[in-house]
């Protein structure tokens, strides 16, 4: 059970998290919008080049076009369409990061706890349908820094030498430092959905963290310097995390030293001299 307090209400009981921002709503028609803007740009740009191969194919061009193509131009297909995946991306990415930009300015974004239906509801989901094809796009591609290069498009603080791998991250009010990893299935939440409310906080992790396999990251966590969220663990709405320990549970409330590999080895030595003595002491009394 999670404890929320907020300047507005008295402290109130979440009997479960939900942490889906996929909520049924009509704001993902921007998915639409994204596909058509993307589209339009792609085919603007890569006309020449298809008149070109229509030219090969048929000997006529669908619209007037000098100089006509050359037999070469075969060649440059596997080329065109692997940089047309990319430009698509990338339009889609400063597209939508346009928007956000917008959604930002006629409702400016702030914390609290607020009413399914008000402004900070409608625009959250807003925010979120905006920022969800332009981050998925760019973890369908070959190159693992794409995804940080579009959550810093749409505005996510991310710092340099960051490893998001496949995780989930709102798109705002998360701030990342330098040389944070995450590893996979993990979720890292500014906002929190529960009955008819929608919880909003900032979410600050810092350098050198790591934020382990199958956890989730409540909204209002602090992660100090070189903290480290344990496997299959989740944070507290508002919890703290100090740095240089280990931090599991569900919720977060044990706390481990990091060891560094000598003392690991030190200690596992110590653990196996222990159970031969064990075992010794076994063999000795079976014998008497």
């Known amino acids: 059970m999670i404890v929320m307090e907020s300047k507005t209400e008295p402290k109130t009981e979440i009997e479960f998290i939900s942490t889906s921002g996929v909520f049924k709503t009509p704001f993902s028609m921007i998915i639409i919008l994204q596909l058509f803007v993307g589209g339009i740009i792609l085919i603007v740009v890569n006309l020449w080049f298809l008149n070109s191969i229509y030219f090969l194919l048929t000997g006529s061009q669908f619209y007037p076009f000098e100089p006509k193509a050359e037999w070469y131009y075969w060649l440059l297909v596997p080329l065109n369409c692997y940089a047309a995946i990319y430009l698509f991306t990338f339009t889609v990415v400063v597209f939508s990061a346009g928007i956000f930009k917008i959604l930002n300015k006629i409702y400016p974004p702030k914390e609290g706890v607020f009413e399914k239906g008000s402004k900070d509801w409608v625009y959250m989901h807003r925010r979120f349908w905006t920022a969800y094809f332009p981050v998925w796009l760019a973890r369908t591609l070959p190159l693992p820094w794409l995804d940080i290069v579009a959550y810093r498009i749409l505005g996510v603080k991310v710092g340099k030498n960051v490893v998001l791998y496949e995780g989930y991250v709102d798109p705002l009010f998360i701030k990342i430092g330098d040389f944070t990893m995450t590893s996979l299935n993990i979720c890292i939440f500014s906002h929190l959905i529960y009955h008819d409310k929608v919880l ?48 599991v549970g569900t919720p977060v409330s044990m706390t481990l030293p990091i060891q560094s590999l000598e003392e690991s080895q030190k200690k596992a030595k110590q653990v196996q001299q222990g159970k031969d003595n064990s075992n010794s002491i076994k063999i000795e009394k079976n014998l008497e």
């Open 200 to 247: 909003i906080k900032k979410v600050n992790i810092g350098k050198a963290c790591v934020v382990g396999p199958h956890t989730i990251v409540s909204p209002g966590t602090i992660m100090e310097d070189f903290a480290v969220l344990g496997v299959n663990s989740y944070t507290s709405i508002d919890q703290e995390l100090k740095g240089n320990l280990i931090h």
